[in-house]
């Protein structure tokens, strides 16, 4: 199936993955001091961290372009939305934090780009 | 593409006589693969840079002194065909073939003469980045 994220299917134009790079409990580092043992704060639930990394694909540079643009637009808008990856597995309240094209659009047969997205859930 | 015995060949404003065969080889520079999370096999492959090789072989008769050299960016062309006759000749051409190599081999025949082999390699240059730097178009006429 399609992946979405705020109900927008910005990526299905190519191959796609979603990792999950972060979770689990936000803790400091033990502390010890010459009277006391050891000891870690527990301070909360990390924040989720999800990585999205693919390839965006178009017929021609300008529809390339168009794609790319729409996505530059979410990633710097910063309102939350639900992750839905290929499986249907959703992640509610994600932010899209960040959209890193790699340093160079293929042109071959097609137009094309690598791209690194990352979402985080704030303050989770 | 390989094209044996071609005719009325020209590097830059070299005629080269002796031409026994022109052979271009593609060859992708770089290949985009990418997988998906669905499964094992590759979803998606494309050759964003691709490097086209060519190779003039030719025979030696007499000395020369006049061969191109390695950097020289020279047009190459030639005319070939499937028959000597004039149905369907084509004539090749690279707009822009820098030289990468000259290379030169002598070997004694079997009557004790020297016969001497000039091998001329270069990388074909796209006049656009788009464009394919090789042309083969139909002409009429002799080969």
């Known amino acids: 199936m399609a992946s979405t994220f705020a109900g927008l299917a910005l990526f299905n134009s190519g191959p796609h993955r979603f990792v999950i790079r972060s979770a689990g409990r936000l803790v400091r580092a033990p502390f010890q001091t010459p009277l006391e043992l050891p000891f870690t704060i527990n301070e909360a639930v990390r924040e989720l961290w999800i990585v999205q990394r693919g390839r965006l694909i178009a017929p021609t540079n300008a529809e390339l372009m168009t794609l790319m643009d729409a996505v530059q637009a979410r990633a710097e808008l910063g309102q939350f939305g639900t992750l839905v990856d290929h499986h249907g597995k959703q992640w509610t309240s994600m932010t899209m934090l960040s959209f890193d094209p790699d340093d160079r659009i293929d042109r071959g047969r097609v137009c094309s780009v690598r791209y690194r997205v990352e979402y985080l859930r704030f303050g989770a | 593409m ?38 094992p096999f590759a979803a998606f492959a494309d050759v964003p840079e691709q490097r086209v090789r060519v190779l003039i072989v030719r025979r030696v008769a007499q000395s020369e002194t006049a061969a191109p050299r390695p950097g020289d960016a020279l047009a190459l062309s030639f005319r070939t065909s499937a028959t000597a006759s004039a149905a369907g000749v084509r004539s090749v051409s690279v707009a822009q073939l820098v030289v990468t190599g000259v290379e030169h081999a002598v070997s004694a025949g079997s009557s004790g003469a020297a016969s001497a082999t000039q091998r001329i390699r270069g990388v074909a240059l796209s006049t656009t980045g788009s464009a394919d730097p090789v042309t083969e178009t139909i002409v009429e006429g002799e080969v």
């Open chain 2, 2 to 39: 390989i094209w044996l015995n071609p005719a009325k060949v020209t590097l830059g404003a070299l005629a080269l006589e002796g031409v026994t065969h022109i052979a271009i080889d593609r060859e992708a520079e770089r290949l985009s693969e990418e997988w998906t999370d669905l499964g």
